[in-house]
């Protein structure tokens, strides 16, 4: 089905170890989006790219690693996870930058122990 | 820097009642203004958007308009229903970087 996903949709794992989000879409969208939610804080840009290996920092990128080598995946790295990184996870893309509407997947809830 | 303050909830109502979710901003340049809607388990989606000053985004029944003069993108309902029970975000985006307020919560009963 066209679309955005992210896999996994939950995960749990452990202070220390490195986790990784992964985002599909079938747009083709050239702009795809990484963001965190939590209480209080809405949606926090993470990272974001333009293209195809180009990507650049949003808010609060500290901890966090992305790549893009293919147009329709953005796949999301916590090295070294932190109790303070739990948190739900949204990739999001669109057509251009952010004065475009953005379509959002249904998110990857994580809880780091 | 660029931010977006939104009314706090949770808010709850009865069907048929009328709806205002207040939001106002603080940019720097000339931001466009959206609202999304976020169901439970689900990711946000676009409920409606205004892109200059005066503009009017609506959607579903929603509206709001970007008034420059207060900076404010209030958004307003006039008979909300069950279905309409959601989280609500009000964001800016200037540039490659989108805000997001931190959310408002309404919950509206039969």
């Known amino acids: 089905d066209a679309g955005i996903t992210q896999s996994p949709r939950y995960k749990i794992t452990e202070t220390g170890r490195q986790v990784t989000l992964m985002c599909h879409q079938t747009?083709?969208?050239?702009?795809m989006f990484w963001y965190r939610q939590d209480l209080g804080h809405g949606l926090r840009l993470i990272y974001y790219?333009?293209?195809?290996?180009?990507?650049d920092k949003g808010e609060v990128p500290d901890g966090y690693v992305v790549s893009r080598s293919k147009t329709e995946n953005f796949p999301l790295t916590l090295e070294s996870a932190t109790r303070s990184q739990t948190s739900v996870y949204f990739c999001?893309?669109?057509?251009?930058?952010?004065?475009?509407?953005?379509?959002f997947g249904p998110g990857t809830r994580l809880t780091v122990l | 820097g660029d931010s977006v303050t939104q009314m706090e909830g949770p808010v709850t109502l009865s069907e048929e009642a009328f709806l205002t979710i207040n939001c106002t901003y603080t940019?720097?340049?000339?931001?466009?203004l959206f609202w999304y809607v976020q169901y439970p388990g689900e990711g946000l989606q676009l409920l409606l958007k205004?892109?200059?000053?005066?503009d009017k985004g609506s959607n579903k029944g929603f509206e709001a308009t970007y008034r420059k003069e207060t900076t404010s993108f209030h958004l307003e309902k006039g008979s909300v229903q069950v279905s309409d029970s959601a989280v609500y975000f009000c964001?800016?985006?200037?540039?490659?970087?989108?805000?997001f307020g931190a959310g408002t919560r309404l919950t509206v009963k039969p």
């Open positions: 747009w083709s969208h050239s702009y």
């Open positions: 964001a800016l985006s200037a540039g490659n970087d989108m805000r």
């Open positions: 999001a893309s669109s057509k251009g930058g952010s004065y475009n509407e953005q379509f």
């Open positions: 940019a720097t340049g000339y931001p466009s």
């Open positions: 790219s333009a293209a195809a290996d180009i990507t």
């Open positions: 205004a892109t200059k000053a005066d």
